[in-house]
């Protein structure tokens, strides 16, 4: 099976089992807001998918030079151009290309391997999503916890370095810090490994090229160890730089919502600090918090496009980036459809997950 | 500890500025024996390689070697690579006709061939005999029909792929391919090279294996295992990260001294680096930049050596734009240049300066510009332009455009040290341009709007032929001293063509060496480029990683004047 097919089957049928789950349960209010907002979704993609055929067009640059170099005589690139269809009005290439998105084809890569995107991107996306996701994770819980501790302990002394750490990892180049790390962890101390998602020398069969999962579905545990001991430094880079705008809001808004008049009431009432930063302010406090994660996955694959640079990740943004440079029309739009599409998918989940949240909240 | 946070410093600026074996080898120098023969291919001249222990003291072999590449792979199909990489792999997995001795660039030994190719009186046809029993790495015996009908795929379906590197090294050269017996072939040219042997030495013309390989269809991006006539199988490819070889057990020549090669794929050399030091890699390969292997060579346990080959930079002339269809003006910029300061100044003296478009050690190269202009020579620069009516009140206009991101930051910096040294003559005032390489490269060789340019070349076989034939003929990639048609540029010397015809089909190599003498002054007296240096490429690897000390430049691991990478030669001390 693809492994783009089984990447979708991993993430996407829970999503969907959830999605479901909300859908029946919800009020109609909230089914007429999951359907509307999936519909919105259709001219979304559209829409940026025409700014960015446009935009590849517009800049400066064009596949046949950028692939050919000094080389290539104008015979040759002619036959280029004739080939991959580049000479044929833009409409015609326009009208192809919107039917490969909605046929989920996308084409061919227009340099180097020549292969189908969807066979490159199954290579990549889950490569890229191995290293996201728990970076994300490491990065909310660690926000989330010193956040709690400064905002409950104001002015402490847990407060103020959780601020100076929060803006100073939020203000360090991604690249830096990567660099940092693999100095010390892997130069000096000779902790982790620094570059790779696995050491080449360790045989591992790939079905889904979630290597975790490959690895526990073979039992191939000296894979599996390798594995988890490359994701450190990427996953410790990503999650901590995002982990200071976790920290900044939580702190806030654990600040703020220990000023409400329910959190007084809590406290005559005798209920002890942890019961109340528990059960009423953090609860409320998340709320925001929630949100932002939304904003962040955008961010999160930006910042990955640096991370995969750094430790040598073949992801997804990696792959973009050599795109680009190449002018890969074809490769470069049908990235950014896939990022538009993991965005949006993830924009939906949050404001479900926000209205479970809040009560308040109404469709 | 203090040089490892330099090189962290060093790493971050660089991040800022960039968001063989020897059978029947022996090396004799006349062109007779019917094993090796040396060629007019540069000799391999270490430029300022440091003094290394590269010769493992107790060689063993055996184990793996994980070699790191910041090169992506491009095509591996040999009817249309184009790249150093992609050629680099195909020469392990492959083996043409003839090869290159590993390390050396001017010895040619037999590859699948039993003995030399010989050429017919008028040198239109070149007969060649395949060795006996050869056979594919999946055990497929190979005959002459099979070598002929895959060699033809280079001059047929060529055309269909990304490179088309047939229209380049294919069809202008050989009409067509016949087996003549099973073990014979024979070669039909449209007219006679000097170059012949060279041409077949190149990656384009190994036989790939049929069974990956159609005759009428590329396979740009083959699934392993990849067998071919080389001393290795590609077992496995993982795209952006890793490739495996091991050992051909059909190679009909000595096996590998090591059980396995992994190349590792890098998106940066910072990343390479640190992971040469940690021992992720054994060897890092291309692409270091001077700094950062000058870096890693002061790190104990790891050996830096400049490698005695490497692109090539100049300047694109252009013949018809203005202003630089004045001769005077095209000789002041000549004149002006100072090499060794560019290489003292950007390289810290770790380049050669290139004072003719034929580098040092080819057939006939000589030092044109530095005979003709000095270097530098103001005072002649001034007179050049004085006799085209410019002054100090008056000064020359003249746009020069760079691509920054594409050659890195030396090339840039280079270029910007170029314009200095041309407005040093206080005569010419330079407008510098930037453009991003995409749009930069078109508009430069297609001659039609930038009077002065930098760029980069790499040969595509090792013959002068190829440092010379593509800046004049064909539009000479915006030298425009020919038309994209064919004709001369008035005003440019009909000798040219005359003198670049004459080398061509000279085999002679007395003679032919002379005819490129006379064509390298006639070239820098119409300054069809200005040559300004060669770039070097860096190795590192880590103690106990050797190449062979019976072969030459063994303290490159046997990298050469070709920069091919044998594999085959890499031995450890087992430690």
């Not at chain 1, 919105?40 to 800049?59: E, G, H, S």
């Not at chain 1, 036959?79 to 991959?84: D, K, L, M, N, T």
């Not at chain 2, 077949?200 to 396979?219: G, H």
């Amino acid at each position: 099976m693809h492994p783009l097919v089984l990447t979708f089957l991993i993430f996407g049928i829970p999503a969907l089992i959830g999605l479901t789950w909300v859908f029946l349960r919800g009020s109609s209010g909230l089914r007429s807001y999951i359907l509307t907002r999936i519909a919105l979704t259709i001219p979304m993609i559209l829409i940026l998918a025409t700014v960015v055929f446009l935009v590849m067009r517009i800049i400066p640059g064009d596949p046949i030079t950028s692939a050919l170099g000094p080389k290539g005589t104008a015979e040759i690139k002619e036959r280029f151009a004739e080939q991959h269809g580049l000479n044929d009005p833009l409409a015609v290439q326009y009208g192809r290309f919107v039917a490969d998105v909605f046929t989920l084809d996308f084409g061919n890569s227009l340099i180097g391997s020549q292969r189908p995107i969807v066979d490159e991107l199954g290579e990549r996306l889950p490569a890229t999503l191995e290293m996201v996701i728990p970076a994300t994770l490491l990065a909310l819980s660690l926000g989330v916890f010193l956040g709690t501790r400064a905002g409950v302990r104001r002015k402490s002394a847990i407060d103020y370095g959780s601020r100076i750490f929060s803006v100073m990892i939020y203000a360090m180049p991604i690249f830096w810090l990567g660099l940092l790390f693999q100095l010390i962890f892997g130069v000096w101390l000779g902790w982790t490994p620094i570059a790779g998602r696995i050491d080449p020398s360790i045989p591992l069969e790939r079905t889904t090229n979630l290597l975790i999962i490959d690895s526990i579905i073979t039992a191939n545990w000296v894979a599996l160890r390798s594995v988890l001991a490359h994701l450190v430094l990427p996953t410790l880079t990503l999650g901590l730089v995002l982990s200071g705008v976790f920290l900044r809001l939580t702190r806030i808004n654990v600040i703020e919502t220990g000023q409400e008049d329910y959190v007084a009431a809590a406290r005559a009432r005798g209920i002890d600090q942890g019961t109340i930063t528990r059960r009423y302010s953090l609860k409320n406090a998340m709320i925001p918090v929630i949100t932002l994660i939304g904003l962040q996955v955008a961010i999160l694959l930006a910042g990955a496009v640096l991370t995969e640079t750094v430790f040598a990740w073949p992801g997804m943004g990696r792959y973009l980036i050599q795109r680009i440079l190449a002018r890969d029309f074809t490769a470069v739009q049908s990235v950014i459809v896939f990022f538009a599409l993991f965005v949006a998918v993830i924009s939906l989940a949050v404001d479900i997950l926000y209205s479970v949240l809040d009560p308040r909240v109404r469709y | 500890m203090t040089k490892r946070l330099l090189l962290v410093l060093f790493s971050f600026a660089l991040v800022v500025a960039a968001c063989t074996s020897s059978d029947d080898t022996t090396t004799t120098t006349a062109g007779v024996s019917d094993t090796t023969t040396t060629t007019e291919a540069p000799a391999a001249t270490t430029t300022t390689a440091a003094p290394v222990a590269a010769v493992c003291p107790s060689e063993t072999g055996g184990g793996t070697v994980v070699i790191g590449t910041t090169d992506a792979i491009a095509s591996l199909d040999a009817a249309d690579a184009y790249a150093v990489r992609d050629w680099e792999v195909l020469k392990n997995f492959g083996e043409p006709l003839l090869k290159w001795v590993p390390g050396s660039a001017d010895q040619l030994q037999l590859g699948i061939a039993e003995s030399m190719p010989v050429a017919s009186e008028d040198g239109l046809t070149w007969t060649v005999t395949l060795r006996e029993g050869l056979l594919f790495g999946d055990g497929t015996p190979i005959t002459a029909e099979i070598v002929a009908a895959q060699l033809t795929r280079l001059l047929t379906i060529s055309e269909t792929g990304p490179n088309q590197v047939g229209l380049t090294l294919g069809n202008p050269y050989v009409d067509s391919i016949e087996a003549v017996d099973d073990r014979t072939l024979q070669f039909n040219l449209p007219a006679p090279i000097a170059f012949f042997l060279q041409l077949l030495a190149s990656a384009s013309y190994i036989p790939a294996n049929p069974a990956t390989f159609p005759e009428d269809e590329l396979n740009v991006f083959p699934t392993p295992p990849l067998t071919g006539t080389g001393p290795w199988i590609v077992t496995e490819i993982v795209t952006d990260e890793s490739m495996t070889l091991e050992p051909n057990p059909n190679y009909h020549g000595d096996q590998p001294k090591v059980d396995r090669v992994i190349v590792r794929q890098f998106a940066d050399p910072q990343s390479m680096a640190l992971a040469v030091q940690t021992g992720e890699i054994d060897i890092a390969w291309r692409i270091l930049g001077a700094e950062l292997a000058n870096e890693l060579g002061e790190i104990d346990g790891l050996n830096s050596v400049v490698v005695p080959s490497g692109p090539i930079r100049y300047l694109i002339i252009n013949h018809v734009l203005e202003p630089t269809n004045d001769p005077n003006v095209r000789k002041a910029i000549a004149a002006v240049i100072d090499r060794d300061e560019l290489s003292d100044v950007i390289f810290g003296g770790a380049v050669d300066p290139l004072f003719s478009q034929v580098p040092p050690g080819f057939l006939g190269a000589t030092e044109a510009f530095e005979d003709l202009y000095g270097s530098p020579d103001l005072d002649a620069a001034r007179a050049f332009l004085e006799a085209s009516g410019y002054s100090e009140d008056n000064k020359l206009q003249l746009p020069v455009w760079y691509p920054p991101e594409h050659y890195g930051a030396t090339t840039a910096d280079g270029v910007l040290l170029v314009v200095q040294q041309l407005e040093a003559t206080g005569m010419i005032e330079v407008e510098v341009n930037a453009q991003e390489w995409g749009t930069y490269v078109g508009a430069l060789t297609s001659g039609e709007d930038y009077p002065v340019g930098v760029l980069g070349w790499f040969y595509d076989f090792p013959d002068p032929e190829n440092y010379l034939q593509p800046f004049i003929e064909n539009g000479g990639l915006g030298t425009m001293v020919t038309a994209k048609d064919g004709p001369i540029t008035p005003g440019v010397s009909e000798e040219l063509l005359t003198l670049l015809t004459a080398s061509r089909i000279e085999t002679d190599l007395d003679a032919r060496a002379a005819i490129l003498e006379d064509l390298q002054a006639v070239y820098a007296d119409e300054v069809v480029t200005v040559p300004l240096w060669i770039e070097p490429e860096f190795i590192v690897y880590r103690d106990g990683i050797c190449g062979d000390a019976s072969l030459p430049n063994p303290q490159t691991l046997n990298i050469g004047g070709t920069m091919e990478f044998s594999y085959s030669v890499i031995g450890t001390d087992g430690s």
